[in-house]
């Protein structure tokens, strides 16, 4: 059933994350970035820490701001419900 399918996805997601964390630790490098006149160098596995951190963020926001947009909709209906 799906809930098989969400944890087959799950581990494999953990593998390939597992197996990426490995690949930074064992090949250490380091990135340079240009963004307008600033230059920014760092370290690959700090970069990805970042980006990481980022997309969890992004995706609480997200989760926040349709959870306020879907609110309205949600109590009128509970409303509704309870009235009948």
């Known amino acids: 059933g799906k809930p098989m399918i969400n944890l087959l996805l ?8 597992g197996m990426s964390a490995a690949w930074v630790a ?9 963004w307008g006149e600033w230059r920014i160098d ?3 596995a700090f970069l990805i820490l970042i980006v990481a951190m980022s997309v969890i963020v992004l ?4 989760s926040i701001i349709r959870g306020i947009i879907k609110a309205p909709r949600a109590w009128s209906t509970q409303h509704q419900l309870k009235q009948h």
């Not at 064992?26 to 240009?34: D, H, Q």
């Not at 995706?59 to 997200?62: N, V």
């Open 26 to 34: 064992e090949n250490p490098g380091s990135v340079t970035m240009y």
């Open 59 to 62: 995706a609480t926001l997200f």
């Open 42 to 44: 760092t370290s690959t």
């Open 10 to 17: 799950y581990l494999i997601a953990l593998t390939l994350f």
